[in-house]
């Protein structure tokens, strides 16, 4: 019994079935209609989008024995014998391994020599991987081509070709496939192979297959071998390791019930189940995004989900204000950046997601400094995103809880903004010496959170060493090189910032500790405790301590 590969069983076998390359097919149908061939044809385009495919069709298409035809019969000796590879008129090679001159000689050692009735064509798949001398064996025969003899070379890497090569092909590129074309196809054919599958659940190997048709298939081809006739999204999640779309939606209803305690379960109970965290931040990432997308009008329709998720996603994302997500995302973003890194990710993690939902608290900061200072500390809040189509609210609203405490957004446009971060903000001082300094530093680290979402987090992990003569220098613990460089790059932010605060002009001097003993670890979660308070609230309203599976 032999076992047929999904991507190769359902390879289409006429141009009309070939998926989102019509601007191809149509011009190659056209080429043969007309019985203008040309010798050299370049097929470009990313991996798993139907080049080589298009190639044997094409093949096909020349030498059906009831053409050549604009499709093929896929029925006569010849058709079948290009499709079970079998056929001496098609030469198919692999550039990738077989990448020499003396490959590329053998190829065509016999290039003039084919039945009459039919053209001899040559495929050559990742062709940028032949050697300069082999390109330069084709290169012969390209320059004088025996009549009949067709090339068509397929690559991902078009730029890598060389030029008397490329200026000899007529090229097509060919396109990434979307979301949603991708899942058309595999309904096909899980309806075909009497599959029953959710939409969501092809939308979700349809996005995992990041544009290539035959990932998708493959996947399909996993889930059919291990679930048998039935998927359903848990079934690809769990294939696919991702976070169960369930988590996130759970995730951001305990948020929006400012229930910390069912947020952080929801994550643990992800984490001991195996859960990826790469995949969990990620995935919830893309939840955000989802609910940013549904602020924007038809914003929802660019979501690749099935309606009833699109419902849910759009009722979600109904609680909360545009500069609530964008927060958020900048919550959740900060933790995605430093994962690779970070000392206990598990426990960023949970920070980011006890701020998300103590969200209030962050708000309220803002509306004091919007008592002591005016409106000028709320306008570095939303940071700029691309923004497809129409944008119900501005990008520069004020942020405003979803409870509703708070006075509704202001729309302001950017001229104003700009004027106000310009402003002397007044502000209360604080001193000029490192006591008032580390005593004010989560006030300081705020102000730059504010106006610099991305870095004041990260400064905040600092520790203030000294000031003196307008010079403060900020310590990080060894393992923090990264943060530490990441303010540094942005100094002269933090330099301005804090400036402004002290009413002086400031350098700031950001190191990473050398001293070699390795502190114990109580007291590195007493620091951690000290630069973010969040996780000693935490750890008091729960009652819990950190032990080392918190550390990873
Ligand atoms: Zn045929």
Redesign the pocket.
């Known amino acids: 019994m032999s076992y047929v590969v999904t991507a190769r069983k359902w390879r289409p076998q006429f141009f009309r079935d070939v998926v989102a390359q019509k601007h191809v097919t149509e011009t190659l149908k056209n080429a043969i209609k007309s019985g203008r061939i040309g010798h050299a044809y370049l097929f470009s385009g990313p991996r798993g989008v139907g080049k080589t495919t298009v190639a044997r069709i094409f093949a096909?298409?020349l030498?059906?024995?009831?053409?050549p035809?604009e499709e093929?019969?896929?029925?006569?000796?010849?058709?079948?014998s290009i499709q079970s590879g079998t056929s001496l008129d098609i030469q198919e090679m692999d550039g990738a391994s077989n990448n020499s001159v003396d490959d590329a000689r053998e190829l065509i050692s016999n290039v003039g020599y084919h039945s009459q009735s039919h053209y001899k064509i040559y495929i050559i798949d990742e062709v940028h991987m032949l050697t300069t001398p082999a390109f330069n064996a084709l290169l012969k025969t390209l320059e004088e081509p025996p009549s009949g003899v067709i090339f068509v070379f397929a690559t991902t890497e078009p730029q890598k070709i060389p030029a008397t090569i490329l200026s000899r092909c007529q090229r097509f590129d060919f396109s990434r496939l979307s979301v949603q074309e991708i899942a058309g196809k595999l309904k096909k054919i899980a309806e075909t192979d009497s599959i029953t599958a959710d939409e969501s659940a092809l939308m979700l190997i349809a996005r995992r297959a990041s544009g290539a048709m035959r990932d998708g298939e493959s996947i399909l081809e996993q889930l059919k071998a291990s679930r048998g006739a039935s998927i359903s999204v848990a079934d690809v999640n769990e294939i696919l390791g991702l976070a169960d779309r369930e988590v996130f939606f759970g995730i951001i209803d305990r948020c929006h019930e400012r229930d910390t305690r069912g947020d952080l379960e929801l994550f643990t109970a992800y984490h001991e189940q195996g859960g990826d965290l790469k995949e969990f931040v990620e995935g919830l990432l893309g939840h955000l995004r989802d609910l940013l997308y549904a602020k924007f009008k038809g914003g929802i329709d660019q979501i690749p989900l099935s309606d009833d998720m699109k419902e849910r996603i759009r009722s979600q994302s109904g609680w909360f204000e545009q500069g609530d997500i964008i927060r958020m995302i900048t919550m959740v973003a900060d933790v995605e950046s430093s994962l690779g890194y970070a000392v206990m990710p598990v426990l960023r993690i949970e920070v980011a997601l006890a701020r998300m939902a103590v969200m209030e608290t962050t708000v309220e900061l803002k509306s004091l400094f919007e008592l002591l200072g005016g409106e000028s500390a709320l306008t570095g809040a939303p940071i700029p995103l691309p923004q497809p189509g129409d944008i119900s609210g501005t990008s520069a609203e004020a942020v405003v809880t979803s409870g509703g405490a708070h006075q509704a957004a202001k729309k302001k446009t950017d001229a104003d903004l700009f004027k106000k971060s310009e402003e002397k903000p007044d502000f209360p001082k604080i001193a000029p010496d490192i006591d008032s300094i580390s005593s004010s530093w989560k006030y300081i680290t705020d102000r730059v959170s504010i106006q610099k979402p991305a870095i004041g987090p990260v400064l905040a992990l600092g520790v203030p060493e000294s000031f003196e003569k307008g010079k403060l220098a900020v310590r990080f613990d060894a393992g923090q090189e990264f943060q530490m460089k990441t303010c540094a790059e942005y100094s002269a932010d933090i330099e301005e910032i804090i400036g402004t605060i002290l009413g002086m002009k400031v350098a700031v001097h950001v190191f990473v500790r050398r001293s070699g003993a390795a502190k114990k670890k109580n007291n590195e979660i007493d620091d951690l405790i000290s630069r973010e308070p969040i996780i000693g609230d935490i750890l008091e309203r729960f009652g819990g301590e950190i032990n080392d599976s918190w550390r990873e």
């Open positions: 096909k298409a030498n059906c024995e009831k053409g035809a093929p019969c896929n029925e006569c000796p010849t058709c079948l």
